[in-house]
C-alpha cells in the first residue's frame, strides 16, 4: 500500500514524507558529497581504522612510541576503513554527535526512532539541522555532522573555541540523546566504501557551515535554555564606577550592622510586649513620618531566618521573602511620607533571601548592595576598587594635592621624564635597526623582509613593524609572499 493515496495534492505528499523521514533527505550520499565534506576538513590525512579494534589504528614507532595510523584522503585504503577521526584535540571543523536511540532495521530516515526524527524535524525548522547524518542499517541508531567554522586550541587542547565546541555537543547531544560515553574521538566513516553489513548508510542534507556561537544560541532558543550574554559596562566612566560601589559598599555595612542588631535581640518571646512593634515588625525610621523601608523589611526577614533556625526549620525563599513583603506593607503603610511602594522585583527578593541564609547560618557574610539593587560586584567593579582603601594611594593623592609642586611631586615628574626618555631612545634604535635589517637583506638577496619575519626578529608586534616601514617609506609589497619550492 502507498504511503499517500494518488489522489492526495503535492504538497499534502510533501507533509506526510517530512513526516514519515523527520524532514531528512533520503538521498544516499554521493562521491561529489565525499569530496565537499573532505575540501571542507582540510586534512590532507585523517586517522583511520578498518574495524572496532582501535590498538591496530596504532602503529610502533622505531623508538618505541605509540604513533596514528593515517591514511591520505585521496587514497583507496581510508575507504576500507569503517570508523575514522574528524576531528583531533587541536583543530576541528566538525561537531559530530552520536544519537544512541534504537530505531528500526534498514539503514534509511524512515526507520529512525520516531522522537528522534521530531528532534531533527525541530531542528531542520529552525534552519539548525545536520549536514551529514548516518544510520545504522541494523538497530537504528545514528550519527550526525554539522559543518562549523575551524576552531583551534594549543597542544593542550584548551582553548576558548573548544570549550565553547564542547558546549555546543552537549546541548545538541543532551536534547538529542546522545551516547554518553561517545569519545568525539573515532567516529563512523562517511568514507566508508567497504562491504560490511553493519556500515552506516550516510545521507548528505546540505552544505551549510555554521558559526559556532550562533549555532550554540540557536539550540538554547529552541530548547528554552538561557544564552550567557556577555555582561555590558553599565557606566559611563571610571569615577561614576567607582562611587557606584561605594554606595554599594556603604549599604553592605548598614545591613551587616543591623544583622547584628538582630543576631543579639533573639529574645522573640518577648516580642508580644513589645508596645513598638506594629503587625509584629519593629519599623526603623529615617525621620518621624517617614520609615525606613527597606532596613525594616531587610531586619524583619533576619528576624524570621534566625526564629526558624531555632525551630529547626528550614529556611526556604518562601518564607524569607514573604515576612520582608509583609514587613515593607506595614512599612510603607505606617511611614510612606507620600512615596508610592517600590518593592523590589522578584530576583532581588530572591537574591535577599539567600543572603539572609547567609547571615544566619554562619553569622557573618558578604554583600554587595542593597535589597533594592541587589547583585554582587561584577570583575570590573572589583577591579575598580582595588587601590581604594590603600593608605600608599591615599597619601600620594594628599601630596600631589596639598602641594603640587613639592619636591615628592618634582622627583615623580623628574622620574617619568627620564622613563619617557628611555623609551623614546628605544624607539629610535628599533627603527635604526629594522631600517638596518631591510637594507642587509636587499643586499644579501635582493629583496626585502616580510613584515612578520621581522616582528619575529625584533621581538615586536606585526602592527608596530608596519608602522615604522611605513615611517621609513620601505613598506613591504602587498599580497602574500611567493613559495621557494625547491
Not at 561537531?95 to 521530531?118: F, M, R, T, W
Not at 555546543?168 to 567497504?194: E, K, N
Not at 570590573?380 to 602641594?403: H, N, Q, S, V
Amino acid at each position: 500500500m502507498s504511503l499517500v493515496n494518488s489522489t492526495t495534492s503535492g504538497t499534502t505528499r510533501h507533509t506526510q514524507t517530512t513526516d514519515l523521514y523527520g524532514g531528512l533527505d533520503d538521498t544516499p550520499a554521493s562521491g561529489l558529497d565525499r569530496e565537499a565534506l573532505l575540501a571542507h576538513l582540510g586534512r590532507k590525512v585523517l586517522h583511520g581504522s578498518r574495524g572496532r579494534d582501535f590498538a591496530s589504528a596504532y602503529l610502533t614507532t622505531k623508538n618505541g612510541t605509540r604513533a596514528p595510523r593515517m591514511y591520505r584522503v585521496d587514497s583507496e585504503a581510508l575507504g576500507k576503513c569503517e570508523y575514522v577521526q574528524l576531528t583531533n584535540k587541536q583543530y576541528a571543523s566538525v561537531l559530530v554527535v552520536d544519537i544512541d536511540l534504537p530505531g528500526d532495521a534498514g539503514g534509511h530516515p524512515v526507520n529512525l526512532p520516531e522522537q528522534v526524527k521530531q528532534k531533527f524535524s525541530q531542528l531542520i525548522a529552525h534552519y539548525l539541522g545536520p549536514a551529514w547524518v548516518g544510520i545504522n542499517p541494523v538497530n537504528g541508531k545514528c550519527q550526525a555532522i554539522w559543518l562549523i567554522d575551524p576552531v583551534y586550541a594549543d597542544t593542550s587542547g584548551q582553548s576558548r573555541a573548544m570549550t565553547l565546541l564542547a558546549a555546543a555537543t552537549h546541548d545538541l547531544g543532551q536534547w538529542l540523546g546522545h551516547d554518553s560515553h561517545f569519545s568525539h574521538r573515532f567516529s563512523r566513516s562517511p568514507f566508508y566504501t567497504g562491504d560490511s553489513p553493519t556500515a552506516y548508510r550516510w545521507y548528505r542534507q546540505h552544505h551549510r557551515v555554521y558559526r559556532l556561537g550562533d549555532l550554540l544560541a540557536g539550540v538554547r532558543a529552541m530548547t528554552g535554555q538561557e544564552s550567557y550574554a556577555k555582561p555590558r559596562q553599565q557606566f559611563s566612566s571610571g569615577r561614576e564606577l567607582i562611587n557606584a560601589v561605594k554606595a554599594r559598599r556603604e549599604d553592605a555595612e548598614r545591613f551587616k550592622a543591623l544583622s547584628k542588631d538582630v543576631e543579639a535581640e533573639l529574645a522573640g518571646q518577648l516580642d508580644q510586649y513589645d508596645p513598638e512593634l506594629i503587625q509584629g515588625v519593629r519599623v526603623l525610621w529615617i525621620r518621624e513620618g517617614r520609615a525606613a523601608r527597606d532596613e525594616t523589611a531587610f531586619r524583619h526577614a533576619l528576624k524570621t531566618g534566625h526564629r526558624l533556625r531555632q525551630a529547626g526549620q528550614r529556611m526556604t525563599d518562601a518564607a524569607i521573602i514573604d515576612a520582608y513583603e509583609h514587613a515593607y506593607t506595614v512599612a510603607q503603610e505606617v511611614g510612606a511620607d507620600g512615596r508610592k511602594g517600590e518593592l523590589p522585583p522578584m530576583k532581588d527578593r530572591q537574591t535577599m533571601a539567600r543572603r539572609v541564609r547567609g547571615y544566619v547560618t554562619t553569622s557573618k557574610g558578604e554583600v554587595y548592595g542593597s535589597s533594592a539593587t541587589a547583585g554582587r560586584a561584577s570583575s570590573a567593579e572589583r577591579k575598580a576598587l582595588a587601590t581604594m582603601g590603600r593608605r600608599g594611594g591615599k597619601k600620594a593623592a594628599e601630596r600631589w594635592e596639598t602641594d603640587p609642586e613639592g619636591e615628592y611631586a618634582t622627583d615623580l615628574r623628574k622620574k617619568l621624564q627620564a622613563a619617557n626618555q628611555k623609551r623614546e631612545w628605544k624607539g629610535q634604535a628599533l627603527v635604526s635597526e629594522v631600517r638596518a635589517s631591510i637594507l642587509r637583506s636587499r643586499i644579501d638577496t635582493g629583496a626585502d623582509p616580510s613584515t612578520r619575519e621581522l616582528a619575529t626578529e625584533f621581538n615586536v608586534s606585526i602592527a608596530r613593524i608596519k608602522q615604522i616601514r611605513k615611517a621609513l617609506g620601505m613598506q613591504a609589497a602587498r599580497g602574500r609572499p611567493k613559495r621557494i619550492t625547491p
